[in-house]
Antibody, heavy 122, light 106 residues
Framework: EVQLVESGGGLVQPGGSLRLSCAAS????????MDWVRQAPGKGLEWVGRTGNKANSYTTEYAASVKGRFTISRDDSKNSLYLQMNSLRTEDTAVYYC?????????????WGQGTLVTVSS | SYELTQPPSVSVSPGQTASITCSGDKLGNKYTCWYQQKPGQSPVLVIYQDYKRPSGIPERFSGSNSGNTATLTISGTQAMDEADYYC?????????FGGGTKLTVL
């Protein structure tokens, strides 16, 4: 069974840092581009960013709202995806989902993890 | 930046057809996919590459995309289809989501 399990969420003060992890299983993790998507409480989905695979030198892309503050990385030996979040703001409060891309161009996301909640508050 | 616009809400009677639209500039030139999200759950892919259904998604879900509008159609809508629906497309190398549509089955 293909599975994505996020962890690392919690309460953090504005200006603080947090690192999220996503453990993948049931598929060849190293083959796939991987993304993070977030959802603020009661709001819609917002793409955070993505990392490519070894074939494209692990190229990363980010949404304008997080560029320069968030960093996506991966460890293919551990089948894991990471999201390092620095300089956190209250508007970063959201459930963060790890998702798998299924195509190299114009991809779709399947499956989605269960999400991990990040709360930025003093 | 590229934007996708969805109606905030759509209502449908059980057994009828629900149509949810997603509008964007020249959207028909891009692939669109759709996700269903029920309360307290993670999103689930229901349509990809405009009209394709993943395995396990009922045949009553279909999609189309032309001009500036992509449409998710649910035929013979059931109470279990009540959920939020999001469209998604790519703008260059970044992802764009529509604002979401709450489907109510009355």
């Amino acid at each position: 069974e293909v599975q994505l399990v996020e962890s690392g969420g919690g309460l953090v003060q504005p200006g603080g840092s947090l690192r999220l992890s996503c453990a993948a299983s049931g598929f060849t993790f190293s083959d796939h581009y991987m993304d993070w998507v977030r959802q603020a409480p009661g709001k819609g989905l917002e793409w955070v960013g993505r990392t490519g695979n070894k074939a494209n030198s692990y190229t990363t892309e980010y949404a304008a709202s997080v560029k320069g503050r968030f960093t996506i990385s991966r460890d293919d030996s551990k089948n894991s995806l990471y999201l390092q979040m620095n300089s956190l703001r209250t508007e970063d409060t959201a459930v963060y989902y790890c998702v798998r891309e299924l195509a190299t161009l114009s991809s779709w996301f399947d499956p989605w993890g269960q999400g991990t909640l990040v709360t930025v508050s003093s | 930046s590229y934007e996708l616009t969805q109606p905030p809400s759509v209502s449908v009677s059980p057994g009828q057809t629900a149509s949810i639209t997603c509008s964007g500039d020249k959207l028909g030139n891009k692939y669109t996919c759709w996700y269903q999200q029920k309360p307290g759950q993670s999103p689930v892919l229901v349509i990809y590459q405009d009209y394709k259904r993943p395995s396990g998604i009922p045949e009553r879900f279909s999609g189309s995309n032309s001009g500036n509008t992509a449409t998710l159609t649910i035929s013979g809508t059931q109470a279990m289809d009540e959920a939020d629906y999001y469209c998604q497309a790519w703008d260059s190398s970044t992802v764009v989501f529509g604002g979401g549509t709450k489907l109510t089955v009355l």
